[in-house]
C-alpha cells in the first residue's frame, strides 16, 4: 500500500511493516515546508515569547511537528519533574525526595499518576525525567535530578519513565554533564571519555535501554562543542553506540547555536519555536551545508517515535477531573513521608525525642512552617491549588500546636520552652535556589529572528483562544511571572538568622526537632549538637505538612535515605565555580571524592535512621556466566514496622577507579519479622571504560562487594570474586 497519511503508516505497520520503512515512506511523500516544519516548535518566536512571559508555560502544552494535511499528531510538550505543570495539577515532592525513598516501585507509580494527568491536559510528551547528577549540592537545579550516583539516578528515573509512558511519551534531559545552573548558557565542560562513559552518562543509557521515547539535549558546551550540535553526544554516543530509536530535541530558545550544525549532528527538533532553523535552514539547504537526507532522517525519527507510541497515545484521554484526584494526593502524602530522612534522634530523659506524641504540647517555630513551600519557580513548578503547610499538618494530627514565625528570638524562645517539643521549620526557598534565568550572553539575541511569520501568528493566537481558564494559586501571588531567578546557591549553610532560631529554641527545650526544606546537601556542622532530632524534608509537595507529621508522630516509621553525601565543611567538596567559562568534569565528586580523599562525611550517601533495628543475616553471593546473585535476610528486631535499604558496592581491581554502587533493594519489614532479598548485579555493570578503543572493557580481576546500609559503612558484610 501506499503511505500518503500517517493513518496509512500505522496501517502498513499493522500488516507487517517496518516502523522504519513506514516513517521512510511517509516522510518521502511530505513536500519540503512539510518537512522543514517538523524540525523545530510550531509558534512563532516573538508571539510565543509573549504568551510564555504571561504564565504560557503553565498554560497550555508546546507543540512541534503537527501536520493536519496528512494527520500527523505531532508532539504536546509540558513538563515536569514534580507533577504536569500545565493546568491545576498535583504537586509531588521533587524529584531529589523521590530519590530519596530508593524505591523504584514507588517511582513508577508517581510517574503512572503524574502521566494520567499529562494526558489529561493535553499534552503527549513529557520532560520530567530529569537525571543529571548531582556533582556539588550548590547546584541550583539539584532539587529535579535524584541524587549524586549513577546507578541509583538510573534506577529511579527507568521507573518514573516506565509509569509517564503508560501514558505519554517521556523525555530524558538535560544530555550531558549539566550540572551548572548559572553558567548553563555559557560554560564548556571538559570531560575525558572515562568520567563521561562510568560516570555522567550511565544513567542516560539506562532509561534509553528503558525504552525512553525522547531526548532532550543540555543548554551546555561539551568538550568544546554544544550539547544542541553536538555529534559526538547526538548521534556518534546516542544512535551508534547505543541504538537510540527515539527523537532528540532542543532545551528552550538558546538550545543550539547553528542550525546546519544541529541538524547534521542528530538533533531532531529545535524547541519550542520557529527559531534558529526557520531562519537559517533553507539557505543552509541551498548552499549544501544541509542536505535534505538530513532533514528527513530527523523527520523520520519524529514519525517513527509517533508510530510506535500509537497504541498509548490514541487511548482515550481521561478528563480535566483527574487533576488533584484523591487518590493522586494520597500518593503525595505517602511520598512526602517515605521521603523524609531522619538524621539525628537523640535520647532526651532516656528516650529518643522522635516520635513525638499527639497528646502533648508542641510549639512550630519558623516563617517555612507556615507557606506552601513546593520548590524553584522554573520549568518544574506545578500551579496545586491545595497545598499543606507543615503547620497545618502538625495541627491535624496533635492536640496543642502553638506557632510563632521566628522572627523575634525571644518571642520564639519562650513559645518554645512551653511546650513538650518543638519543631524549628527552616532551609531554603524558590528565592535561593532553582533554574536560573537571569542575565546571559548578550550574544543569544542575535539567534532571536527579524519578527514572526503571520500567517503562523494567525494560526498560533486562534489555538490561544482555545485554551481552558486556568487559576493560579494564591502562594504564588508575589512571585514574578515567567520563570523566578533561583539559581546556584551562595552558601550550603542556613541562614545566619535560621541558626540563630535553632540555638534560641534549643537553649530552652532540649526536645528541639529541625526540620529541613532544601533541594539538597545543607551542611549542619555548627548547630547540629544543639538540637535532638534533625529530618531532611526536602519540598514535600501538595501534602508535605501531612507527609512530614506523619513520619514526627510515628503513624510512618522514616526509611528514606540520603541520595547524596553531606560534608562536615565545605572544603571537603570538589571545587564549584557558579560563572564558569570552561570547567573539568572528572570521575571523583559526591561519596567517591570523600572516600578518595580521606575524609568522612557528616552524613554518607545512602545514610538514614529509623524508628526500629535492623539485623542483616545471612548474606551470600554466588555468580553465573552473566550476574552476580547477592542474598540474604533483614530482620526487624524492633516493635515497630519499618523498611531497610540493603546497599551493594562494588570495589574495582583498578586501586586508583571509584567503587561503585552496583545495586540495591528495600525490604518492608514488620516489628519482629523478617525478609529475604536477592539482588541481581549484571556483571556488564561492573564493566570500565577503554579511552583508547572508546569501547567498554568486561569485567576481570578480583572485585570486592561490600554489601551494607550506607557508602562506607564499617559494618558491611565483604566477598571477594574473582571475574
Given at each position: 500500500m501506499t503511505i500518503i497519511t500517517f493513518d496509512d503508516a500505522l496501517a502498513a505497520v499493522a500488516q507487517g511493516r517496518t516502523v522504519g520503512d513506514a516513517a521512510r515512506e511517509l516522510v518521502a511523500n511530505l513536500t519540503h515546508e512539510e518537512r522543514l516544519w517538523c524540525l523545530d516548535g510550531d509558534a512563532p518566536t516573538w508571539a510565543g515569547l509573549r504568551f510564555l512571559s504571561d504564565d504560557g508555560y503553565h498554560k497550555a502544552p508546546f507543540v512541534a511537528a503537527e501536520i493536519e494535511r496528512v494527520g500527523l499528531p505531532g508532539i504536546r510538550f509540558s513538563d515536569g519533574p514534580r507533577g504536569a505543570v500545565v493546568g491545576n495539577a498535583t504537586c509531588f515532592p521533587v524529584s531529589m525526595a523521590r530519590g530519596a525513598t530508593w524505591d523504584p516501585a514507588l517511582e513508577e507509580r508517581v510517574g503512572d499518576a503524574i502521566g494520567t494527568e499529562l494526558r489529561a491536559i493535553g499534552a503527549n510528551l513529557t520532560g520530567a525525567v530529569c537525571v543529571n547528577l548531582l556533582r556539588h549540592p550548590a547546584w541550583g537545579r539539584a532539587q529535579e535530578t535524584y541524587g549524586e550516583d549513577p546507578h541509583h539516578v538510573g534506577e529511579m528515573g527507568a521507573a518514573l519513565t516506565r509509569g509517564l509512558q503508560r501514558h505519554v511519551m517521556a523525555n530524558v534531559k538535560h544530555f550531558a554533564c549539566n550540572s551548572m545552573e548559572n553558567a548553563r548558557f555559557s560554560v564548556d565542560i571538559e570531560v575525558d571519555d572515562v568520567a563521561l562513559h562510568e560516570v555522567y552518562l550511565p544513567h542516560f543509557r539506562r532509561i534509553v535501554d528503558e525504552g525512553v521515547a525522547s531526548v532532550m539535549s543540555a543548554y551546555n558546551s561539551v568538550n568544546g562543542e554544544w550539547a544542541g550540535q553536538n555529534r559526538e553526544l547526538l548521534t556518534c554516543v546516542l544512535r551508534d553506540e547505543w541504538g537510540f530509536e527515539g527523537f532528540v530535541i532542543s532545551d528552550w530558545i538558546f538550545g543550539l547555536r547553528d542550525a546546519a550544525t544541529s541538524v547534521k549532528a542528530g538533533l531532531d527538533i529545535e524547541m519550542p519555536y520557529r527559531m534558529v532553523r526557520a531562519t537559517h535552514l533553507p539557505a543552509a539547504i541551498e548552499s549544501g551545508d544541509v542536505t535534505w537526507d538530513d532533514v528527513d532522517r530527523a523527520v523520520e525519527h519524529v514519525v517513527g517515535t509517533?508510530?510506535?507510541?500509537?497504541?498509548?497515545?490514541?487511548?482515550?484521554?481521561?478528563?480535566?477531573?483527574?487533576?488533584?484526584?484523591?487518590?493522586?494526593?494520597?500518593?503525595?502524602?505517602?511520598?512526602?513521608?517515605?521521603?523524609?530522612?531522619?538524621?539525628?534522634?537523640?535520647?532526651?530523659?532516656?528516650?529518643?525525642?522522635?516520635?513525638?506524641?499527639?497528646?502533648?504540647?508542641?510549639?512550630?517555630?519558623?516563617?517555612?512552617?507556615?507557606?506552601?513551600?513546593?520548590?524553584?519557580?522554573?520549568?518544574?513548578?506545578?500551579?496545586?491549588?491545595?497545598?499543606?503547610?507543615?503547620?497545618?499538618?502538625?495541627?491535624?494530627?496533635?492536640?496543642?500546636?502553638?506557632?510563632?514565625?521566628?522572627?523575634?528570638?525571644?518571642?520564639?524562645?519562650?513559645?518554645?520552652?512551653?511546650?513538650?517539643?518543638?519543631?524549628?521549620?527552616?532551609?531554603?526557598?524558590?528565592?535561593?535556589?532553582?533554574?536560573?534565568?537571569?542575565?546571559?550572553?548578550?550574544?543569544?539575541?542575535?539567534?532571536?529572528?527579524?519578527?514572526?511569520?503571520?500567517?503562523?501568528?494567525?494560526?498560533?493566537?486562534?489555538?490561544?483562544?482555545?485554551?481552558?481558564?486556568?487559576?493560579?494559586?494564591?502562594?504564588?501571588?508575589?512571585?514574578?511571572?515567567?520563570?523566578?531567578?533561583?539559581?546556584?546557591?551562595?552558601?550550603l549553610r542556613l541562614a545566619v538568622h535560621d541558626v540563630e532560631l535553632i540555638r534560641s529554641v534549643a537553649a530552652v527545650n532540649p526536645r528541639t526537632i529541625v526540620v529541613i526544606q532544601a533541594g539538597s546537601a545543607v551542611i549542619a556542622t555548627d548547630w547540629i549538637d544543639s538540637v535532638a532530632g534533625v529530618v531532611q524534608a526536602w519540598y514535600g509537595g501538595c501534602e508535605a505538612g501531612p507527609g512530614l507529621a506523619d513520619v514526627l508522630l510515628g503513624v510512618v516509621n522514616p526509611s528514606a535515605r540520603l541520595p547524596f553525601s553531606v560534608p562536615v565543611d565545605e572544603a571537603d567538596l570538589p571545587s564549584f565555580d557558579a560563572n564558569a567559562t570552561r570547567f573539568t568534569y572528572d570521575r571523583w565528586h559526591g561519596w567517591w571524592h570523600l572516600a578518595h580523599s580521606g575524609t568522612a562525611a557528616a552524613f554518607p550517601f545512602g545514610f538514614g535512621l529509623s524508628y526500629t533495628n535492623f539485623i542483616m543475616t545471612g548474606v551470600e553471593v554466588s555468580m553465573d556466566e552473566s550476574a552476580i546473585s547477592i542474598t540474604g535476610t533483614v530482620r526487624n528486631a524492633g516493635d515497630c514496622d519499618g523498611a531497610d535499604v540493603v546497599q551493594v558496592y562494588a570495589e574495582l581491581p583498578d586501586q586508583d577507579a571509584p567503587a561503585r554502587l552496583v545495586g540495591f533493594a528495600r525490604l518492608d519489614v514488620v516489628a519482629g519479622g523478617a525478609d529475604r532479598f536477592d539482588i541481581v548485579v549484571p556483571k556488564v555493570r561492573l564493566a570500565t571504560r577503554d579511552p583508547e578503543a572508546r569501547a567498554w572493557r568486561p569485567a576481570s580481576g578480583t572485585h570486592r562487594l561490600l554489601v551494607g546500609r550506607f557508602a562506607g559503612d564499617p559494618e558491611a558484610v565483604g566477598f571477594g570474586l574473582s571475574l
Open positions: 509517533l508510530l510506535r507510541f500509537d497504541d498509548v497515545l490514541s487511548a482515550p484521554s481521561p478528563s480535566r477531573d483527574v487533576l488533584g484526584a484523591h487518590e493522586h494526593r494520597a500518593l503525595a502524602r505517602e511520598v512526602a513521608a517515605r521521603s523524609a530522612v531522619l538524621l539525628r534522634n537523640e535520647d532526651v530523659d532516656g528516650a529518643p525525642v522522635l516520635p513525638l506524641s499527639a497528646h502533648e504540647p508542641v510549639a512550630v517555630i519558623g516563617q517555612l512552617a507556615a507557606v506552601v513551600n513546593v520548590g524553584d519557580g522554573g520549568s518544574s513548578d506545578v500551579w496545586d491549588l491545595e497545598c499543606h503547610t507543615v503547620l497545618d499538618g502538625l495541627r491535624a494530627a496533635i492536640d496543642d500546636v502553638s506557632f510563632d514565625d521566628g522572627t523575634d528570638l525571644a518571642r520564639a524562645a519562650v513559645i518554645a520552652a512551653a511546650a513538650t517539643a518543638a519543631v524549628v521549620v527552616v532551609g531554603y526557598t524558590f528565592v535561593d535556589e532553582g533554574e536560573y534565568i537571569g542575565e546571559t550572553d548578550r550574544s543569544l539575541i542575535s539567534l532571536f529572528p527579524a519578527a514572526d511569520e503571520p500567517d503562523v501568528v494567525d494560526l498560533y493566537e486562534g489555538t490561544l483562544a482555545q485554551i481552558p481558564m486556568i487559576v493560579k494559586p494564591d502562594h504564588l501571588s508575589q512571585r514574578p511571572q515567567m520563570f523566578s531567578r533561583g539559581g546556584d546557591r551562595t552558601s
